[in-house]
């Protein structure tokens, strides 16, 4: 059960100032965490959905754009390395807010799995399954013993707290 900010897997919407997002390349020693973006511009720099995992690493940053079959600009993926997950994370919104959902293999007890990291500003933006929209909450509203949904995609998946 979750009980407060900073269980596994609940953290609250988040917001930086003053930063700059660069991308982040591992020293020699450390541990290398893969790093998938989408972007709503050409050059993947305006992150708007971050993917962190311990998957394969690419020799070097890519930056794939994805356009529509009219072959207008749709969106761009890039594929790099982090040494840091918080520290990228306080850098990749670009003082935005954010939300961090973190996935385990199972029970919450074992390994991080990965950790996937939404603009929170309430837009649609597209990521990895379609596009997205979240919005920071304007009211506090009572804590429910229910399931409570906090972002639903624009192609019916839905993400939420059980």
């Given at each position: 059960?979750?009980?407060?900010?900073?269980?596994?897997?609940?953290?609250?919407?988040?917001?930086?100032?003053?930063?700059?997002?660069?991308?982040?390349?591992?020293?020699?020693g450390?541990?290398?965490?893969?790093?998938?973006?989408?972007?709503?511009?050409?050059?993947?720099?305006?992150?708007?959905?971050?993917e962190?995992g311990?998957?394969?690493?690419?020799?070097s940053?890519?930056?794939?754009?994805?356009?529509?079959?009219?072959?207008?600009?749709?969106?761009?993926?890039g594929?790099s390395?982090?040494?840091?997950?918080?520290?990228?994370?306080?850098?990749?919104?670009?003082?935005?807010?954010?939300?961090?959902?973190e996935?385990?293999?199972?029970n919450?007890v074992?390994?991080?799995?990965?950790?996937?990291?939404?603009?929170?500003?309430?837009?649609?933006?597209?990521?990895?399954?379609?596009?997205?929209?979240?919005?920071?909450?304007?009211?506090?509203?009572?804590?429910?013993?229910?399931?409570?949904?906090?972002?639903?995609?624009?192609?019916?998946?839905?993400?939420?707290?059980?």
């Amino acid at each position: 059960m979750l009980t407060s900010v900073g269980d596994p897997i609940l953290y609250p919407i988040a917001s930086a100032t003053d930063v700059t997002r660069t991308w982040g390349l591992a020293l020699a020693g450390s541990v290398e965490l893969n790093l998938e973006t989408y972007s709503e511009d050409s050059s993947c720099s305006k992150i708007v959905y971050a993917e962190i995992g311990t998957g394969n690493c690419p020799e070097s940053p890519t930056c794939t754009i994805k356009n529509d079959d009219n072959g207008e600009f749709l969106d761009a993926a890039g594929e790099s390395c982090i040494e840091d997950r918080d520290t990228y994370l306080q850098t990749a919104f670009e003082g935005a807010s954010y939300l961090t959902i973190e996935t385990y293999s199972s029970n919450c007890v074992g390994d991080l799995y990965d950790t996937r990291s939404y603009l929170a500003d309430g837009k649609y933006h597209p990521y990895k399954f379609g596009h997205f929209k979240i919005a920071e909450a304007t009211t506090k509203r009572p804590r429910c013993s229910y399931p409570i949904q906090v972002a639903t995609p624009v192609n019916g998946t839905k993400i939420g707290l059980l």
